[in-house]
């Protein structure tokens, strides 16, 4: 059983807080991944390919629903010279004129279980020939029929438990990716946040070695401070403006890079709150790897790559042993010079043939490629046992990062307040001639470097949050699926 700390601003409900005396806009983490979420580039992409994921499924469920179709050529007509044999064994060539139309309206059902096709329809062909001034009308008012192949490779039945898996594994590749959204706009929101916290520390430091500065002018007009010193002093300023202006030009680079990737299109500087109010959780590791089951794309995955590797063996045997097809057809036909006389007194009409075909010498080809796919079949099984293994090792890996994190916050947290506070010491102490600038810029680097390392392990723990939040779609602080 694992504990963590949650920051309660990301609990916080989305709204954007503007300073009402500047153009300065407040954001606080959470606020900052849901405008992420709703316009980012990185999220319409997302979108767009569970969209595309959608119609694609459409398409394979309409392989197994009845298809209607209408099809013909009206006119065809031709006016050309044919050759005719003589009865005296001769060719002649006899100019001819007609038209030759036809009309087919035809329903056609796949058959998923057997991978077969039944078909029902009604056709009419109409002959023009317009030397003769004849018309001639012939159909089949009505005809069923069958296409089954025997003993083939059935990609119906195989699509039908394929597919399904694939659909479902893109809703859940949406979900996941915008989690990945949500943990990027928190990196994005960090690394403004250290920018923003390295310009106000430049700033105050700048502050700071002024007045330290000035102090040490006055010391030194009453010979209590030399000149080496108070070079070090004056230095100490100048490094201290440089400190300032590549601030500014970080925290504006880190800004510009924060809107563009959560496309939050306005000019007005950001002013990103720092998320400290801590609330505590708790995650058993069970839990973790059994919701991570149920919910990432992952594990459909590996059901789907491994009924996809059936799916080659079967297709390797289907297609290189016995082929046989049986065709059948039972319906109405019939001959008039008018088209209505094409429905009345309609004949029976059948048809049927059984077609085979037999590899007799394929100098092993058919086996090669039976024993290839049943190669294959092995190595994804392998790759799948190892990427299970990974599967579970990374929800591990992530859980103990987070537990150390936990404590490494605890720790930063105290070391910086306890550096703020040995800092403003030091700087009464060197106002009192108690203490060398030395140890001071020793108190002010520790000062700075406490406040960093405490932003930084906040980063730190977001981001194996957001990543467990990725791993498992769940959402440990509510207890609820993502």
Do not use: C
């Given at each position: ?45 997302a979108a767009t390919i569970r969209e595309n994921q959608y119609w694609q499924y459409k398409t394979f469920k309409s392989n197994y629903s009845p298809q209607l179709t209408l099809d013909g050529t009206l006119p065809q007509f031709s006016k050309t010279n044919i050759p005719v044999i003589q009865p005296d064994g001769t060719v002649e060539f006899k100019p001819v004129i007609n038209d030759n139309s036809a009309i087919n309206l035809g329903v056609k059902q796949n058959i998923g279980l057997t991978g077969g096709q039944l078909f029902l329809g009604s056709n009419v062909l109409r002959f023009s020939d317009f030397d003769r001034k004849q018309t001639r009308y ?345």
């Amino acid at each position: 059983m694992f504990k963590f700390i949650l920051l309660a601003g990301i609990l916080m409900p989305v709204l954007v807080k503007s300073q009402s005396l500047s153009d300065t806009v407040q954001l606080n983490l959470q606020e900052v991944i849901e405008i992420a979420k709703e316009h980012s580039t990185a999220a319409v992409q997302a979108a767009t390919i569970r969209e595309n994921q959608y119609w694609q499924y459409k398409t394979f469920k309409s392989n197994y629903s009845p298809q209607l179709t209408l099809d013909g050529t009206l006119p065809q007509f031709s006016k050309t010279n044919i050759p005719v044999i003589q009865p005296d064994g001769t060719v002649e060539f006899k100019p001819v004129i007609n038209d030759n139309s036809a009309i087919n309206l035809g329903v056609k059902q796949n058959i998923g279980l057997t991978g077969g096709q039944l078909f029902l329809g009604s056709n009419v062909l109409r002959f023009s020939d317009f030397d003769r001034k004849q018309t001639r009308y012939n159909g089949n008012p009505l005809i069923i029929g069958l296409n089954q192949p025997l003993f083939a490779f059935n990609s119906l039945a195989w699509d039908k438990k394929i597919e399904p898996l694939r659909y479902e594994e893109s809703v859940k590749k949406y979900k996941e990716d915008m989690e990945v959204v949500g943990r990027d706009a928190s990196e994005l929101f960090f690394s403004l946040l250290i920018a923003q916290i390295n310009k106000d520390i430049a700033a105050k430091n700048l502050a700071n070695n002024e007045i330290i500065y000035k102090i040490g002018e006055r010391k030194a007009v009453l010979g209590k401070l030399s000149k080496d010193e108070l070079l070090r002093l004056k230095l100490g300023v100048l490094n201290a403006r440089k400190a300032v202006v590549q601030a500014n030009v970080d925290a504006e680079t880190s800004d510009l890079q924060l809107k563009s990737f959560i496309g939050f299109s306005t000019a007005n500087q950001v002013q990103l709150i720092l998320p400290e109010n801590l609330l505590s959780f708790e995650v058993d590791k069970t839990v973790a790897v059994q919701q991570a089951k149920n919910n990432r794309q992952k594990a459909i995955e590996f059901k789907r790559a491994l009924l996809e590797a059936d799916k080659d063996v079967a297709k390797a045997k289907g297609e290189n042993g016995l082929k046989v097809n049986l065709f059948g057809t039972f319906g109405l036909t019939n001959v008039a010079n008018q088209l209505p006389g094409i429905y009345r007194n309609a004949k029976d009409q059948q048809e049927i043939s059984l077609g085979f075909q037999i590899p007799i010498l394929d100098w092993g080809r058919s086996a090669s490629r039976i024993k290839t796919a049943q190669a294959n079949q092995k190595l994804v099984a392998a790759t799948v046992k190892q990427a299970q293994i990974n599967f579970e090792q990374e929800i591990y890996t992530t859980l103990r990062q987070l537990a150390m994190i936990k404590e490494q916050m605890k720790t930063n947290a105290e070391a910086d307040i306890t550096a703020n506070e040995r800092f403003e010491i030091a700087k009464k102490r060197y106002f009192l001639n108690d203490l060398s600038i030395t140890d001071l810029n020793i108190a002010l680097q520790e000062k700075d470097q406490a406040r960093r390392d405490y932003i930084l392990s906040l980063k730190s723990f977001w981001n194996a949050y957001f990543n467990l939040r990725i791993l498992t779609l769940y959402d440990f602080s509510t207890n609820k699926n993502i």
